[in-house]
């Protein structure tokens, strides 16, 4: 029992490594295309109706439908943000480490097969014992109809106190 244990955790540990050096390599990678890059996403902003801006975070997402929830939530969040944040053998989309919240965005091409379903559920049971809010949000959920209600989520989550005196209030 106890050697098995040892193996899990030496897997982990290697697929911690692997996945760590696939990111660096990833990232200087795409150091000569930032140029072409840059002017991509300051195109990408002003078709969602954003005010153009570049800062390093944007160079680190992984997909469109993390930068459209970048771009919703960066002038509330600024500097609180961290994409690809790294979480036991996982790594989040976009987490808030200071309040222990992931967000996850699931595009349909990676998280539609039911295997991946159960590779979500399995992400998210982990960070949950690793006391951490998981909210995932799904590219309907980011459509500009739909994109306030997801925002209002990772709002009332970071701000229960203005929710509460909004209800005394009333």
């Not at 982990?12 to 990232?27: G, L, Q, V």
């Not at 993390?66 to 969040?77: H, N, Q, S, T």
Request: glycine fraction near 2%; include cysteine.
């Amino acid at each position: 029992m106890k050697n098995n244990r040892n193996n899990y955790k030496r897997q982990r540990i290697i697929r911690r490594k692997y996945i760590e050096f696939k990111k660096a390599f990833k990232r200087k990678a795409r150091v000569p295309l930032y140029p072409f890059l840059a002017i991509q996403f300051i195109l990408e902003q002003m078709k969602l109706g954003y005010k153009p801006s570049l800062d390093r975070i944007v160079f680190q997402t992984d997909s469109p439908l993390e930068r459209m929830l970048y771009y919703a939530i960066r002038c509330d969040y600024k500097g609180k943000i961290v994409p690809q944040y790294p979480l036991g053998p996982y790594w989040v989309d976009l987490a808030i480490p200071s309040r222990k919240l992931a967000l996850e965005c699931d595009g349909q091409a990676y998280h539609s097969s039911s295997k991946m379903k159960e590779h979500d559920r399995k992400r998210d049971a982990y960070m949950k014992r690793m006391g951490w809010k998981v909210m995932r949000f799904t590219y309907q959920d980011l459509l500009q109809d739909q994109l306030p209600i997801s925002i209002q989520k990772i709002y009332t989550y970071m701000n229960p106190k203005s929710i509460s005196k909004n209800k005394k209030a009333n």
